[in-house]
């Protein structure tokens, strides 16, 4: 028998569930451990994330054709236009490269036995952490905390002024102080406020609001309090530390409340330390190399490398991120 048969993975049914009928993905047994960090780390109405829907969705399609996703969007009414605008959309395309690495991992696997934890379950976690992560990490819309604040004070001296100027090169160039002129540009950015608004608290689907929300300028769509912080030009992708951050915390959150057993039939020794797991996990899905799969260096010193890195960032705040998929502020 071969280490691969060692450990199944049941798969995951395509549910077809839009996300915003993510509570039909509740009796779904391989999503249980899935739900319960979702709705600890992605809430939505109600306390049922819309996340898990989001995923089951993602994980269904992972391996069809750009031709064959557009029409299951069709089947599932989630996607109201041609096939043309549906191929001009940004597509990432969930990861489960590493499944077989996960499976022959035997120090990992008896870990997880150990925690009494179901593996098709928790495999299906591990993709969630991991595609959720990469999903705010990885060509992810920026977030300026302090747009929201400057757009409300603008907002408010634009309609008590008497005066604009512009500046080209930190020089004046400019000055309006023709009333008529001054309420014209007061009236074009109230309309542009009042649209907007109307947009993101309609009752549309996100597909319609995306289009809308592109028709006045902007490239994109999150439905959130902070929406008005997100900007659609500015990319970035988060360093591989803050990744390994994230992915820690969401972990840890789920395991700390468990406690691992001796197994008895095992003649090797099976580690419970639940940094270790997560260390592992990190080195399972590519973040770190096998320094992280090692429980103890070639000195015999026990691996602190994940500990030491989380000190470094005990007194920071993580940063302010947006999911393109997920639909929410991190």
């Given amino acids: 028998m071969s280490k691969e048969e060692l450990h199944q993975i049941e798969e995951l049914p395509d549910l077809k569930v839009a996300w915003h009928e993510s509570y039909k993905c509740l009796a779904e047994p391989l999503l249980e451990y899935v739900w319960e960090v979702a709705n600890h780390f992605l809430p939505d109405y109600e306390d049922v994330s819309a996340a898990p829907a989001i995923f089951a969705n993602r994980y269904a399609e992972r391996n069809l054709s750009i031709e064959e996703r557009y029409e299951r969007t069709q089947e599932m009414k989630t996607f109201k236009g041609t096939l043309e605008e549906y191929k001009k959309r940004e597509y990432r395309k969930l990861d489960d490269s590493f499944k ?7 120090d990992l696997q008896n870990t997880i036995e150990a925690y009494k934890l179901d593996v098709s379950k928790f495999w299906y976690l591990l993709l969630f952490i991991y595609d959720f992560i990469e999903d705010i990490g990885t060509n992810a819309p920026a977030l300026n905390k302090s747009v929201l604040e400057d757009f409300s004070y603008f907002h408010t001296n634009l309609s008590e002024t008497t005066s604009i100027t512009l500046k080209k090169n930190n020089k004046k160039s400019y000055v309006v102080e023709r009333e008529d002129t001054i309420r014209i540009i007061q009236a074009a950015l109230q309309h542009f406020v009042n649209t907007y608004s109307d947009i993101i608290h309609s009752e549309q689907d996100r597909e319609t609001m995306i289009k809308q929300l592109k028709d006045i300028g902007l490239e994109g769509f999150i439905r959130n309090d902070l929406s008005s912080k ?14 390994k951050w994230k992915f820690t915390d969401m972990f840890l959150f789920f395991i700390e409340r468990r406690k691992a057993t001796t197994i008895s039939n095992k003649k090797i020794k099976v580690s419970k330390d639940k940094m270790m797991l997560v260390s592992r996990l990190i080195y399972t899905v590519g973040y770190d190399g096998k320094r992280y799969n090692e429980e103890y260096d070639s000195e015999g010193n026990k691996n602190r490398m994940l500990s030491n890195l989380l000190r470094r960032y005990k007194n920071e705040k993580f940063p302010s991120v947006i999911a393109n998929n997920y639909m929410v502020v991190s």
């Fill in 100 to 106: 077989e690495k996960f499976l022959t991992n035997e």
């Fill in 230 to 243: 997100i900007s659609f030009t500015d990319k970035f992708s988060l360093d591989i530390s803050y990744k």
